[in-house]
Every structure is written in C-alpha cells, then in structure tokens.
C-alpha cells in the first residue's frame, strides 16, 4: 500500500514572467516528486499562480487591458513552460479560481468568529513593490528600504483587518524548539528565531487601497491582502476551506511534507503562515525549506546588468545541451543550501562534460560496447556473483548500500547528496573496469568466464545506477533502461527496480549515446 506525500513550490506571481528562478524551485520539486513516486508513494504536487493585488492591477491598467486578461495571460505561461521544464505536477492552482476564493472566504470568516481576526488602522511604513506594511522597529531595521527592490518605503495610515500575529508567538517558538527541522536550512531558521525573539506584531490581512483581489466577507471596501490571499492556496488547492458547517475536511496529502520557497519569502511561510494554520487549528507543514539565490558571474543577477537568466535564455540552453542536462545542473549545482549559486555558461559545460558526458554517457557505453564486441550485444551469464570489486564487497551490497543512502538523501531534499551517490556508483564502474581490464582479458579464451562475470556485474550496476539518476534526467534514464532491460517506472515495485541482479542473461543490451560532447558556447542573457 502506497504512502500519500505532498510538496509544494510557491504560487508564483503574474506580475513577473518566468525565469531561472521560477524555474530552479519547481524542477528540484519535480525531482523529489518523481523520486517519492518510484518508492511507490502517492505524490501530490502543487505549483500555481498568485494573480491578486495592486502589481497586477496597474500593470494591466498601462496595457489597457482587464486584471484577469493579465493573469489570465500570465497563468498560461506559466502552465506552458511547465511542459518546457518536464514538470510531473499534480495540480495548478489560481487564486483566481473560484474554488480558491470561495474557501479564502470561508476561512476568513472562521478566523473573525473565532477572533483571530479585527479591525484596526495601521499607522507605519509600506513597500509598495512587495505591497507589505512595516512597523517602526522593522522599518528601521531595513533603513527604510525595501529588502528586495532597495526602493524607499512610504509612510501610510490605513485602516485595515488585523491577525493576531502576537497570540502565537509562545506556539512558534514551542513549535521551532520541538520541531528542529521544521525551517531549513538551519541559518534560515536561526534568522527565523532572531526575529521571533523580537517580539511579533499583529499583521495587516486586508487593503483599501486597490480593488483587484478577494473581498474580505461582510466587509465592503476591504481586500485580502494578496500574501495572506497566496498562503491559502496550499490549503484550498486540497479543500480544506471547504466547510461542512465549523468543520473542515481532511486529506491524506496534509500535512505538506515540503512547503521549498526562496528566502526572500521565509518570513511569511515561516512565522505567518503556521499562525494562521494554528488558528485554524490545522496541522503544520512538516517542513519549510528555503533555498538561496542564484546570482551570475559573482553578481547579482539584474536585467539592467544584462545577467538575467529569463526563459528565452533558459531555451537557448535547452536548445543546446538538452532538457535532461538543464534539469541536471539546476538540481546538482543550485543554491539548495544557505549560499549562492553561482551560473555561468563555462560552469555549465564543465558540469555537462564532467558528470554527462565522461561518466553518464560514458559509462553505460563502454559497458554496453564491450557486451557488444565479446558477447554479440548479449549479456552474459555472471558464474561468480561474489567476485567483489577491489576486493571488497559485492556489487550486490554495494548496489544495496547505495540506494539506502540514496532513499535517506532524498527524504531529507538532499539533492545534491542523492545525486552523488548514483554518480559515484558510476565512477566505481569505471575505475573497476579499468582494474580489471575486461579489454585486456578478452585477448584470452582462457578467460572467457572472467570476462562475462565482469561484464555482467558492471551492466547490473548500471542498471541500478540508472534508476537513481531518473529523477533528475527521466528523458535520458528512460533510454537507459530500455538499453539496459529495467522496467519501466511504475510497473514494478521499487524493491525490485532497485535491487541488484534484475537483469536476466541472455538480454540483449543496447549500444546508446546519453550526452554527446557538445562545443563551449557563450549563451547570454537576453538583452534587457
């Protein structure tokens, strides 16, 4: 029976078309998905876009056109580029969806009856890029700029709806203390921390000050503030807005294994967000992981730098070292962790050349070559099972040992971890052919049933290796398999497509080329 598990990347915003960013978030949730999915588990994965607030609303306005023809627009890029990236996504949601607005509603109303939720006027600094109000203490704190854009804030009174944000602080910190891994990396939860220990105000939840966006219930003129909008969407994407008089329903998929978000918006998944999950007496995600930037050449990236990693940049990549090599390099060399990642296109080459081509490509070649030149392209009978490499263990228990450490890095969204242990399976077949010297034995008739057992245990081991690389590359692994006689995804449990030895004698192996050596290019940025 299959386990239920759910990720989520952010709903991203219409204001913005898709880019490196937008991108690199929802391909390292498609790899742990699939990942999830070849252990057997029911995967929900939830990606979508957040469509209200005042961005959208005076964009469309200089365009001359309606908000929802904008996010309207927008949403089907997004939902195209989807295809382009070879997402596996569950569902898409829209905050302009009425499934979605009619359950914010609903668990508005649930926060005001319960008196999470009043009415207040807020006296303070706003940021009108991130359409967020600030207390004094933060705003000095910024110096009065905004965290993302640098732009000065703005003094504003409005009278607005107000969470309880100060009833929950004695419950976060409890939460964060007994729940150690509830916030990753552990920097962004120390950051989290710090600011807990500062104290927490009551936030704004609602606007005046713009028209484009969810009603607050029985209050004309007030519109949800388009972050407290965004969060819901991880609940009413699975109807748990949806009341059956003061009760909500349940699912199978909450709580969130993984809430991945960049940093810049920890705050507001860390701190607001299980708040507002606790006044709704709802279960808290298991974990929030906020991953860092990528920036370009040591800098920054900026459209005015002409270092921008857009999607016509992204398909220019594409276009030249292929889907599987992108997603590759976005899901080994991101910013996974609490540092930058640095993208450039010599970087590039030199990971696709290193990890694709001399030992992705390689290996399965050299393989499958030598099956082809000293066994006609079938695969031999393995007589000694237990001849191990180096003189060490079987590759039956190093096969084992290494999809245990594979499952356990996946679990804990160690890509880059999970990641290297498949490759290093590889680069063990590679140096035990070069000391065994298979090309060598085959001079030898004498050596004939040497030959096949080596033979037969690297192609075995590929195999396996093949299989923990199919969620990073599935385009790339699926010819893998089929070369190397897997079955395919889905078909067979894990236990057996994991396991060692699968591959019957007598199976024909396939000559295949994965990544063919492609030339240096400088692929720049799209002109700004």
């Avoid at 993302?148 to 009833?167: C, D, H, M, V």
Wanted: with cysteine.
């Amino acid at each position: 029976m299959s386990t239920s598990a759910c990720i989520t990347t952010p709903i991203y915003y219409v204001n913005d078309r898709p880019h490196i960013g937008h991108a690199y978030t929802t391909t390292i949730c498609d790899v742990w998905s699939r990942a999830a999915r070849l252990r057997g588990s029911d995967v929900f994965f939830l990606t979508g876009t957040d469509e209200h607030g005042s961005k959208v609303e005076k964009s469309a306005a200089a365009r001359g056109i309606l908000p929802q023809a904008l996010a309207d627009e927008n949403a089907a890029e997004f939902q195209r580029v989807l295809a382009v990236f070879g997402i596996s996504n569950s569902d898409f949601i829209r905050t302009t969806q009425p499934r979605h607005e009619r359950q914010v509603r609903a668990l508005l109303q649930r926060l005001v009856k319960t008196g999470a939720v009043y009415l207040g006027t807020f006296e303070g600094w706003y940021d009108d890029g991130q359409e967020e109000y600030h207390t004094e203490t933060r705003a000095r704190e910024l110096n009065y700029k905004s965290p993302i854009s640098g732009k000065p804030l703005t003094r504003a009174t409005e009278q607005n709806y107000y969470f309880k944000l100060s009833a929950y602080a004695d419950r976060l910190a409890t939460h964060f203390a007994s729940h150690p891994d509830f916030v990753r990396p552990l920097e962004r939860s120390n950051e989290m921390l710090a600011r807990l220990r500062d104290g927490l105000q009551d936030v704004p939840i609602t606007r005046t000050n713009f028209s484009w966006g969810i009603s607050m219930p029985d209050a004309p003129g007030h519109v949800v503030y388009v972050w407290i909008d965004a969060l819901f969407n991880y609940i009413t994407a699975l109807d748990l807005g949806a009341t059956d008089g003061d009760r909500t329903g349940g699912s199978p998929y909450w709580p969130a294994d993984y809430h991945i978000v960049g940093k810049e918006i920890l705050w507001f998944h860390a701190v607001i967000w299980p708040a507002l999950l606790m006044a709704l007496e709802l279960p808290l995600p298991k974990c929030i992981y906020a991953h860092s930037f990528w920036i370009a050449d040591g800098q920054k990236m900026s459209k005015s730098l002409g270092n921008f990693v857009d999607l016509p940049t992204i398909d220019r990549y594409i276009a030249h070292f292929g889907l599987d090599a992108w997603r590759w390099y976005m899901a080994t060399q991101g910013p996974i962790a609490a540092t930058d990642s640095d993208f450039s296109a010599k970087h590039f080459h030199e990971i696709y050349t290193a990890d694709l081509v001399n030992t992705v490509g390689n290996c399965p070649s050299r393989v499958g070559a030598m099956i082809a030149k000293y066994f006609d392209g079938v695969l031999p009978v393995d007589t000694r099972p237990q001849d191990p490499p180096d003189s060490g263990p079987s590759w039956e228990a190093i096969c084992s040992n290494t999809v245990s450490d594979w499952e356990r890095r996946m679990a804990a969204f160690d890509l880059h971890g999970a990641a290297r242990v498949a490759m290093d399976l590889l680069r063990r077949v590679d140096v035990f052919i070069n000391d065994t010297a298979p090309f060598k034995l085959a001079k030898d008739p004498a050596n004939a049933e040497r030959l096949a057992s080596i033979l037969n245990q690297c192609a075995q081991t590929v195999r396996v290796a093949g299989v923990l690389l199919e969620p990073f590359m599935p385009s790339k692994m699926a010819e893998l398999a089929r070369a190397f006689g897997s079955v395919p995804s889905g078909e067979v449990a894990w236990s057996v497509r994991a396991k060692y030895g699968t591959i019957a004698a007598g199976h024909r192996i396939e000559k295949l080329a994965l990544f063919p050596r492609v030339d240096p290019v400088k692929i720049a940025p799209s002109p700004s």
